[in-house]
């Protein structure tokens, strides 16, 4: 996964696309997953795509400001995970996020192209994190939200 840097400067970052990917070697963790798990499904190994919320883990309580995914890939007995993104913004971790996720994450969905129940008008979801809503029939982006965190241990 050298090839990929964790880079959200150029247009299209975030959408998890393949080709993008690798057109322009730069993207955020939905590039970079999406990236790894094409490259496994291709050579026959399943992988799945996870997505949820970071926690700062400095703070106890705090707002949460965006998303971040990872991937698992099965090993023929077990998921391993791995996060390929943060590897990549922490060469010296690079070894510890292949097969290991830190415990600073919420997991909120698993899976790309989602029907939600009831099933939304429009086309499958690309991916499922933050709030979706429909009016007469159509996505209305009109929603708004906060999502905040407290560690309690």
């Not at 959408?15 to 026959?44: P, Q, W």
């Not at 949460?64 to 922490?90: L, M, R």
Request: proline content about 6%.
């Amino acid at each position: 996964m050298e090839k990929l840097d964790y880079d959200k400067s150029v247009p299209g970052w975030g959408r998890g696309d393949f080709y993008y990917a690798s057109e322009v070697c730069k993207g955020n963790c939905t590039d970079f997953h999406t990236y790894f798990i094409t490259l496994m499904r291709n050579i026959g190994i399943p992988a799945i795509f996870e997505i949820g919320f970071p926690i700062n883990k400095e703070k106890q309580k705090g707002k949460i400001e965006g998303y971040h995914c990872w991937a698992s890939f099965w090993n023929g007995t077990e998921w391993i995970p791995v996060d390929i993104s943060e590897a990549d913004k922490k060469p010296h971790l690079k070894d510890y996020f292949f097969g290991n996720l830190d415990p600073y994450r919420i997991s909120f969905t698993i899976g790309r192209d989602l029907i939600l129940e009831p099933e939304q008008s429009g086309k499958p979801l690309n991916y499922f994190i933050y709030p979706y809503a429909e009016l007469d029939g159509k996505k209305y982006s009109g929603v708004s939200w906060q999502l905040t965190y407290e560690i309690i241990f």
